[in-house]
Nanobody
Framework: VQLQASGGGLVQPGGSLRLSCIAS????????IGWFRQAAGMEREGVSC??????YYAEPVKGRFTIPRDNAKNTVYLQMNSLKPGDTAVYYC???????????????WGKGTQVTVSS
């Protein structure tokens, strides 16, 4: 399984970005796939995950982020709206068989993409 994340960049507070994660080799509704982020000096944290039709959002991003999925394209997106400076981090997509949106449950990781929210 290979995951390729893209779409990061510099955006002003209140702006939007859409990250894309293209999975090759394998993608199944029985796997959890999602987005994680790691800010400088911080631990990697789960942002949002999707498994079949079930979604999870971390409390800080609820109401601002969504995780649409296009199975035909083997792609999962992270639509980020109303971005805040606190959202600045390297964002990673990952997948694994576990039910919980936690980094320890993910078996496969893509390279990160930097998101910087700053005026």
């Amino acid at each position: 399984v290979q995951l390729q994340a893209s779409g990061g960049g510099l955006v002003q507070p209140g702006g939007s970005l859409r990250l894309s994660c293209i999975a090759s080799g394998f993608m199944s509704d029985d796997y959890t796939i999602g987005w994680f982020r790691q800010a400088a000096g911080m631990e990697r944290e789960g942002v949002s995950c999707i498994r079949s039709s079930m979604t999870y959002y971390a409390e800080p991003v609820k109401g601002r982020f969504t995780i649409p999925r296009d199975n035909a394209k083997n792609t999962v997106y992270l639509q980020m709206n109303s971005l805040k400076p606190g959202d600045t981090a390297v964002y990673y997509c990952a997948t694994g068989p576990g039910l919980i949106c936690s980094a320890v449950n993910m078996d496969y990781w893509g390279k990160g993409t930097q998101v910087t929210v700053s005026s």
